[in-house]
Nanobody
């Protein structure tokens, strides 16, 4: 079992930046593909960004491309999401997710992820 703990959320003005972190438990972090998803009130959970186990493949949703960057530090067992130029529509609970089966290409479907964190709130004021 893998436990995921997100941190770094908060309240920021439009145009500002935040960096989310996700620290999985266990020693096999480097074997997992990782992803970030978000869910706004009254909406479904949406894909934000993903990175494969090695960090060699990343992908970002069109809505965040050029503003958000996913990265990982396997030596420190930590996943990151750098969020710049934040917009009010980025307001949501952000979830970290881990997939047991490593892939060459980062996976974007929530169905491919096996473990989920509790989420961290990001609020962007206009």
């Amino acid at each position: 079992q893998v436990q995921l703990v997100e941190s770094g959320g908060g309240l920021v003005q439009a145009g500002g930046s935040l960096r989310l972190s996700c620290a999985p438990s266990g020693r096999t972090f480097s074997r997992y593909d990782m992803g970030w998803f978000r869910q706004a009130p009254g909406k479904e959970r949406d894909f934000v960004a993903a990175i494969n186990w090695s960090g060699g493949s990343t992908t970002h949703a069109d809505s965040v491309k050029g503003r958000f960057t996913i990265s990982r530090d396997n030596a420190k067992n930590t996943l990151f999401l750098q969020m710049n130029s934040l917009k009010p529509e980025d307001t949501a609970v952000y979830y970290c997710a881990a997939a047991r089966s490593p892939h060459t290409i980062a996976v974007v479907s929530a169905a491919d992820y096996d473990y989920w964190g509790q989420g961290t709130q990001v609020t962007v004021s206009s």
